[in-house]
């Protein structure tokens, strides 16, 4: 690996201070002074490498998909069985953010699709389709599971949105190391890839059309 330039390891420090800080303090009541003091640079040099705090945010998020997409790939490759699949993806993604929980908590307040740091956001599109191809590819290496054509392009981003529910629920899970959103995560997982492996019964036709079609105008 390429020794970094002094520019990326200043970067990176300022970076990591941030994130610490976050963490410690909350997004909010950090500024972008007290993030150049941990960082030990000037304000201007702050400034440079991050225009702003969204910034280092969305620095973080980009960092945070480089990361665990190795770890996605030892996940994917885990299993053919589209339970332990899925659940190795989320898991994996659990683990990841567990330090940073208190962080995602207070970004979750940016919901609003207008701000860039919400995940449903222009500006982290590529994170977001990122994370729909990891479950496609678990879609497509499951063995033993019929899924339907017209419903196949559809799942990935269902399957998106129920990570993104569960991981709202383990931000607020105030239960001891988040037990409860463990139970519901293997009970939902169960649900969920019992849907998936009933979709293509041909009684279930209708109703599949009918999900599809709510899909499509959700997601436009």
């Given at each position: 690996m390429p020794a970094r330039s002094k520019s990326d390891e200043t970067r990176a420090r300022i970076l990591s201070a941030a994130i610490d800080l976050f963490r410690r303090n909350g997004f909010g009541?950090?500024?972008m002074r007290d993030i150049a003091a941990e960082a030990g640079v000037a304000l201007g040099a702050a400034y440079y490498y991050f225009d702003s705090k969204d910034a280092i945010v969305l620095a973080f998020y980009d960092q945070a998909q480089q990361d665990l997409d190795p770890l996605l790939e030892q996940a994917i490759v885990s299993s053919r069985d589209?339970?332990?699949?899925?659940?190795a993806l989320l898991d994996v993604k659990l683990r990841y953010f567990e330090p940073n929980r208190r962080l995602l908590g207070t970004l979750s307040a940016y919901s609003d699709p207008e701000?860039?740091?919400s995940p449903f956001s222009d500006r982290t599109r590529a994170i977001r389709e990122n994370d729909m191809r990891w479950f496609a590819q678990a879609l497509?290496?499951?063995?033993?599971?019929?899924?339907?054509?017209d419903?196949?392009?559809?799942?990935?981003?269902?399957l998106w949105l129920y990570q993104m529910g569960l991981i709202l629920f383990w931000i607020y899970d105030r239960s001891p190391e988040q037990q409860k959103t463990r139970a519901l995560f293997?009970?939902?997982l169960v649900l969920v890839v019992r849907l998936i492996r009933l979709s293509g019964f041909p009684l279930l036709r209708p109703l599949r059309r009918i999900a599809i079609d709510?899909?499509?105008t959700a997601v436009g």
């Open positions: 009541q950090t500024t589209l339970s332990k699949l899925l659940y701000h860039p740091l497509s290496g499951a063995t033993r599971t019929h899924i339907p054509e419903l196949l392009p559809h799942l990935p981003h269902l293997d009970k939902s709510l899909v499509a």
